[in-house]
């Protein structure tokens, strides 16, 4: 994800979504993801502390400064480029599951408060962005303790 002064998503030459201040975050749905590793995302998306308070420091999180949230469903973040050159999409979940997921992330983090826009599932997007900071974070809900 990343911290943006301000985020979009195109399609065919139409913008279908836009934020201000907030985070735009790529989601990759992998196999075996599930509920519980939406749970932690959402949790973390919403309450991590990135946002710089009245003293500059990083000390806000989304859900404190009344951010938005761009979520984009990603599933090339599921490569494998272990072998060869071509990466591989074995990984990802298909994308029926994932749509059904990516949904029920979005829903999560408006159940938190935060106005969240979507793009267009499956849909050839470009995605325009100014990252403030830069800020960028990667967050892998197997990497959970």
């Known amino acids: 994800m990343q911290r943006v002064s301000e985020a979009s998503v195109s399609v065919e030459g139409r913008t279908v979504s836009s934020i201000g201040r907030g985070f735009l975050v790529f989601l990759g749905v992998m196999k075996g993801d599930s509920r519980p590793e939406l ?4 949790r973390k998306v919403t ?4 946002f710089h308070d009245e003293e500059c420091k ?9 951010g938005q949230a761009l979520v984009v469903s990603q ?6 480029t272990r072998k060869g050159n071509r ?7 298909p994308p029926e599951t994932a749509n059904l997921m990516y949904e029920e992330f979005m829903e999560k983090l408006r159940a938190e408060g935060v106005i969240v826009k ?4 499956g849909a050839d997007m470009k995605v325009s962005l100014i990252n403030d900071g830069p ?9 959970r303790g």
């Open 58 to 66: 990083m000390n806000l999180s989304l859900k404190d400064m009344g």
């Open 135 to 143: 800020v960028t974070i990667l967050l892998d809900s197997r990497d």
């Open 87 to 93: 990466p591989s999409f074995v990984d990802a979940e």
């Open 75 to 80: 599933f090339t973040l599921a490569a494998d």
């Open 118 to 121: 979507g793009g267009v599932f």
């Open 39 to 42: 749970d932690y995302m959402a």
């Open 47 to 50: 309450n991590l502390r990135v």
